[in-house]
């Protein structure tokens, strides 16, 4: 059972990827990363790490897609196409990719994991206390130098997303600015 | 673990995974769907620690506290991203990779 679930979100996932990385049109290429994201939540789920699926749904899903789509909205208009790529540039990236993903399957198909058997599951105290314990194999470093870079990067988004009123107005809005 | 899925099975999907978005990062002209590419490899990549750790080192969580961190990282990335793109089109107009071509301003 748990087998074809797997299949099953493997193919999702693998497929929305593909759609996402060649839709030509800009928001439905965003709807399908969200359904890679929600099947990689799947599979958390799948390995019993319920706090990771939620995690992933909520900030991910929740939170980048909806960031995305609002970028995606203000830039262009909903149904603006991208421009079409030239086929032997894709031919070249998608061989290069191949090849890539080639070395990557060879390695790990030569290596023999020793896997060990279990059905641990992770509950919200051991992540909490692991989080902020400053013992050996503590995170407590780590969890404050992420605050403060969230800190940093909300600052900085606000301030470059602000901006100051450019003073263009006597410069041509066309579709570059030239190089002074 | 689950049942009957073998961690090269999970493994060869998160490197597919991890190419498509090598590939959309390459072949791709906008910015927005650059950073989504960027999203795709990152997942890839902390799909990679989960399971790693799931398959291979049941007793300790480490795997589980970096794929935090990582999301972390990744959501003030994109957030700062974000703001720079919509910056950029107020200035150019465009959010496409050739149109971009001086660093400030």
Do not use: W
């Not at chain 1, 404050?144 to 263009?168: P, Q």
């Not at chain 2, 049942?3 to 990062?25: K, M, P, Q």
């Amino acid at each position: 059972m748990e087998k074809i679930i797997f299949y099953i979100l493997a193919i999702i996932i693998i497929v929305f990827a593909i759609a996402s990385v060649t839709s030509r049109k800009m928001l439905r290429s965003v709807i399908y990363l969200l359904f890679v994201l929600c099947g990689i939540a799947g599979i958390y789920f799948l390995i019993d790490y319920n706090f990771l699926a939620a995690i992933q749904l909520t900030v991910y899903a929740g939170g980048i897609i909806v960031l995305i789509i609002f970028s995606v909205l203000l830039v262009h208009h909903i149904e603006m196409e991208l421009e079409d790529i030239k086929t032997s540039k894709k031919i070249l990236v998608g061989l290069a990719s191949l090849l890539g993903l080639g070395v990557f399957l060879t390695t790990i198909y030569a290596y023999n994991f020793p896997v060990i058997e279990n059905s641990n599951s992770i509950d919200m105290d051991t992540i909490g206390l692991g989080l902020l314990s400053y013992e050996a194999g503590g995170f407590i470093l780590p969890f404050e130098v992420i605050s403060v870079l969230l800190l940093a990067a909300m600052i900085g988004a606000i301030v470059i997303a602000k901006g100051t009123k450019i003073a263009t107005s006597d410069k041509p809005k066309g579709k570059s600015l030239e190089k002074n | 673990m689950i049942a009957g899925i073998s961690i090269y099975e999970i493994l060869t999907v998160t490197s597919i995974l991890f190419f498509i978005g090598v590939y959309g990062f390459i072949t791709r002209t906008n910015l927005i769907s650059i950073l989504m590419s960027v999203e795709l490899i990152l997942n890839a990549s902390i799909i990679n620690f989960v399971v790693i750790n799931k398959y291979l080192y049941p007793d300790v969580f480490q795997g589980v506290f970096f794929s935090i961190f990582i999301i972390a990282v990744a959501a003030a990335e994109t957030a700062l991203a974000v703001a720079i793109i919509i910056n950029l089109y107020r200035q150019i107009s465009s959010v496409e990779v050739k149109d971009t071509e001086i660093m400030k301003y």
